[in-house]
């Protein structure tokens, strides 16, 4: 019952290398997790089958540990859904949208979707037709989360917000976060999820690549400066030094290096023998984790 | 199974489509009936049919002017040759009865029929002898006193020359009777009403040959015979013609114009088959004319209207003139074709909107993201789709009553009962190809395959419905082109019979369980398809 969701060997074959293949992931209760990947990476596939909306060749989903599949109804009790795709019902406007879609939840108590509404900005009553990308993507916001139920599974959800409705919404979600609802979400930018989410799924070629926890890159040991020398004789002699160089410019006189942040002391004395022109940090993110763990995978595959 | 929500969102999605279809059918049904009704379309085929009835009847007519002619004209003919043979038969009764008094008297007892008829044979015998006096054979003689004292020996009270007539008579009605039992469709009663008739025509012919021969002597040569003939039937038809318009309470001068009319026409008819029978006769005077050459002359005498015109001709008129035009334009035009176009547009288009539509613009993910299962959607789904064609369909059978009604109700070319069967009939087919989209709409997540599949087998159908007319019988046989039928077997509209619902054969009942096996089939396998396959949403 700790795993509020749980993926198992999760195959499901496109042909043409397309699908996606032995997935396995679970997401803990008042877990955020993230699920990251290029266009067609398989991402969608592997909610869809969460969700219970088609048949795996092989493995299975479990949420709440009722298999996704056969109790496809039962598990929407619990859970709230976002899609990829914004495509809504043949109806004239968002609150006949809304109206409808509450009647179809059973739900009376409307107060948490207004609450939606407002924080969003959204004006419901336009036609659904006529709504600019963005306004649809809110309208599907507000029909996802207004039930207020435990589990939260959001296809790329931000896609055609503008920044500032993204924080908002990304506000929405740290709430939900607070009280305690588990939380699927896909995305393709990394920082949405690194700001919200516990841990990170990368997802290739429709196979997961890595899980990564946010903390631990966030919170690492090691840290990246990145320093350019004034002239090409102190860049040589530096690089003599022993420091672990992750990067070399050399067309700049520029290197990255990477030390430990007990090093850093140690670092610093060294420089001032030398003609630095600036010294900057590298942040540690997500992005730059998964790129090296995806060259990494190259190389192994080379 | 249902959701309240989901009907609701249905109903709304696609009512502007339900009403845009809905009421442009019944204004067209209410034109079709009402206006059509009122131009009086059946006017041609009637009055098309009344000249089929009338040449029927004159044909009719002049069948029995010839028929009469010719037997009058054979009475005559055959009575002079036995006419005087009156006393020659009271010798034989004579004979007869001595030999009969003979018999007694050695036996004791009147002789059996055995005995009988060993009399009448030894009478035979010795009246052979008087062959050459009266022309005959002895052969045809002692045939002819067998069989005339076979007659007589039925009733011994007629003697002599009454004897020889009532002989004749009843050769004569045995002869007719005989002759019309022979034909096809004569009943007993029709063969001897006729020979009755003919009996009452000889005697007619005898009594005219007692009065004229009494006067001044055997005055008949076949030249007078033609004329008295002649003269005999068109004054018979006359009279009957004429008392029969006095019974049937029309007043004396319109009886006279009618009677002399059937008079111009039986006259007409006896003309031209006795000069056929004369220029018959002087092609090859030596030889007596044929049977063939009679009925040939016959044939050209009673021809009617109908007759004179090209066979072909012929039958299209009258199949024109017994073709229901309103059946054909209300029941295989309207309710077959014009009025299924727009409920199969719609039909079409909305089976595909209520699933592959939705599966395929994603926004089906909105009512399967909430605890609706599948089976309730599908359900729900179909129960839109048979609620929209119902309730058009009820208020086109309202439309098509009320328009029956203005036109004249029962009494109009089509009653109650057939307007009613029509629109069930369309709703059925309609309910079959409602099935058969939405079974489409449920299998393919694609809305191209969905409509292209499921709405171009649809509109296949109609379109073969509309070729195949073409070589139905509905179509007169002159424009009927035979090799169209074809399409009608490949049409699943072909299932609407609207002649057999016209024409009262109960096909059509066995064919409305077809169409809705079909529909609820078609229906089940798409509710069950939907349930198993893969979602993209």
Redesign the interface.
Known sequence: MNETIKVENLTKDYKNNRGIFDINFSVKKGEVFGFVGTNGSGKTTTI?HI?G???PDKGNCYVKDLNSLES???I??Y???I?G????????NGT?FLK??A????LKDMTYANELIKKLQLDPTANLKRMSKGMKQKTAIV??LMADKEILILDEPTTGLDPLMRNVFLEIIEKEKKKGKTILMSSQMFDELETTCDRVALIFDGRIIDIAVVDEIKNSNYINYKIEFNNQKDYKSFKKLKYKIVRDQEKYNQVTVKIEKSNIKKLFKTLTKYDVKFISEVKNSLEKYFKEKLKKGEKNNV | MFSKALFKQSAKANFTKWIFVTIPTCVMLAIVIIVLGNLGINDIRDSLKNVFVQADQESYLKENSVDSYELYLTTLTNYNEIAGFGSFLNMVTNNYDGKVADYEQDNGVAPNDEAKQEIIAQVAQEFGRYASFIGKTPEELKVLVTEILNFYIKDTSIKGQNLLDAYFLDQVYVGAYNNEIAKEDVTEQEALDKAEQAKVIAQDAINKYKEDSSASGYVYSRDNYLVIARNYVNTFMYDTVYDMQIDQGESQQSAKEYAVSVKVISNSAISTYQLWLNEYENEDPDNAITTEQIAQARTYACQSISDQIPEKVAIALEELGNMDIYGLIIGSIFYRIAGLLLPMVFVIMTANGLLAGQVDSGSMAYVLSTPTKRRTVTVTQMLYLLFALFSMFALLTCVSVIAVWIVGGNNFAINYVEILLFNLGAFLTMFAIAGYCFMCSAIFNRTKYSLSIGGGLTIFSLVCTILGLFGSQVVPSAMRISAMNFFNYISLITLFDTVSILEGSLNYLWQFGVLFAVGVITFIIGIFRFDKKDLPL
């Open positions: 869809r969700m909306f088609c048949k496809a109804s039962e929407k009790k859970v709230e859904y899609p795709e914004i495509a809504f019902p043949d109806l004239p006949e409808n879609q009647e179809l939840l059973g029909a996802g």
